[in-house]
């Protein structure tokens, strides 16, 4: 995924404002009506039917017909494609739910050549033509992938527009060495990995989160929908922005760098929903970490695990292999011992059989290493390539 900063004039803004209201409002249509489907009822409508009242609702409402055709059909296109990522066991799409106001807004346009293109104006500015706004100059901060299908515009909570061109990355080739590596998900660390290297995905600096700190103490005393509240939750807003950026960024390198370095990438198998949600640890690995995991969700979330993790499925089809977590903290890599006591502190193991003593996170990735693959949800173990469209990802996230 490749994304730019757009540039639209005022004017051309109010047309992606309005694209992104009608995309929401199609797209909560299509929510609404698959919540309300009961077992036993008639099945809810299918993306032929959803597209035949959309023409309906056109009709009967001018500020929807006012709007592009294109963007409200490919929302729901796009919904129908969450729909069937959610009821595809392999993929880890939840369920596709509301988008609200201000939040993930976004219009999705396919069919380059037909709705749209893209061109280069000058060394530093580009032109994509989006239906009804015409072109809108984006800041060519580096080559606009020539494969691309399809674009997605979003404007993030501070306000900024993007545009993102959708390539499946190319997958990167195997290094043929036979090396095995595992990942562990640290809360401290991001990620350790079985060579003892640690990967520490970039938050933002003391001094932004000292400054984030002081600005939301500020943002709780001003009053409700005045002028300066809205300046501080701009400069909030902005500040996480930058976060997600750097994480983004991280994932990005990251996940070639392993691909290619390693012929196997051996990760836990976590759903990182049921992980952040409870302390109460998993299935497979019941309380483990129990206190450091209160209070620190937003650690593990903020690890940008799962954005990993997606990416090497991406560049390394087939050669990421996830693994049934449990006791993978509290086993011994070298002697294979098991014991809650060996992990004597978040950072250090000592096996209390053998007296084997290493960083914690360090002898997990080593068991994840030397594990079995396993599918939580009845597979045969065997890693298949994992063809999913990228902006899917994104949207379902
Ligand atoms: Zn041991």
Request: aromatic share 0%; net charge positive.
């Given at each position: 995924m490749s994304r730019y900063r757009l540039l639209p004039t005022p004017a051309q803004e109010a047309v992606l404002r309005d694209h992104c209201g009608h995309a929401r409002y199609v797209w909560n249509l299509a929510v609404e009506q698959h919540a309300q489907w009961r077992p036993g009822r008639t099945s809810a409508p299918g993306y032929r039917e959803q597209c035949r009242q959309l023409t309906e609702a056109r009709a009967e409402y001018p500020w929807l017909a006012a709007g592009s055709q294109t963007v409200q059909q490919q929302a729901l296109r796009d919904f129908t494609q969450a729909m069937a990522a959610f009821f595809d066991p392999k993929n880890p799409a939840g369920r596709p739910s509301w988008r609200k106001a201000g939040r993930a807004e976004g219009f999705r346009i396919v069919g380059r050549g037909r709705q749209w293109d893209v061109r280069r104006l000058s060394r530093h500015v580009g032109q994509v033509w989006v239906p009804k706004a015409g072109w809108v100059r984006f800041r060519w901060s580096r080559a606009a992938p020539p494969g691309a299908k399809s674009y997605r515009v979003t404007m993030d909570r501070a306000g900024r527009w993007h545009i993102a061109f959708a390539v499946i990355p190319a997958p990167v080739p195997a290094p043929g060495n036979g090396q095995a590596v595992g990942v562990d998900r640290g809360v401290a660390v991001s990620a350790a990995l079985s060579t003892g290297q640690m990967l520490h995905a970039p938050g933002l600096t003391r001094r932004e989160r000292t400054r984030l700190r002081r600005l939301q103490r500020k943002l709780a005393c001003a009053k409700r929908g005045s002028n300066r509240r809205g300046r501080v939750r701009h400069t909030i807003a902005r500040l996480r922005a930058r976060e997600t950026d750097r994480r983004k960024d991280w994932a990005e390198k990251t996940s070639t760098d392993l691909a290619r370095r390693f012929d196997l990438i051996r990760v836990e198998d976590l759903q990182i929903t049921n992980m952040t949600r409870s302390a109460k640890g998993t299935r497979g690995d019941p309380g483990r970490n129990v206190r450091q995991k209160t209070g620190l969700n937003r650690g593990i979330l903020g690890s940008g695990w799962g954005q990993l993790v997606r990416r090497l499925e991406d560049k390394a089809p087939g050669r990421v292999e996830k693994i049934r977590p449990a006791f993978t903290s509290q086993?011994?890599?070298?002697?294979?011992h098991v014991d809650a006591?060996?992990?004597?502190?978040?950072a250090r193991f000592v096996c209390t059989a053998c007296g084997f003593a290493l960083h914690a996170d360090v002898n997990a990735a080593r068991n994840i290493a030397a594990g079995h693959a396993v599918t939580a949800r009845g597979g045969d173990g065997v890693a298949r390539p994992m063809n999913r469209e990228p902006q899917l990802l994104l949207q379902t996230a």
């Open positions: 086993r011994c890599s070298a002697c294979g006591k060996s992990r004597e502190s978040q």
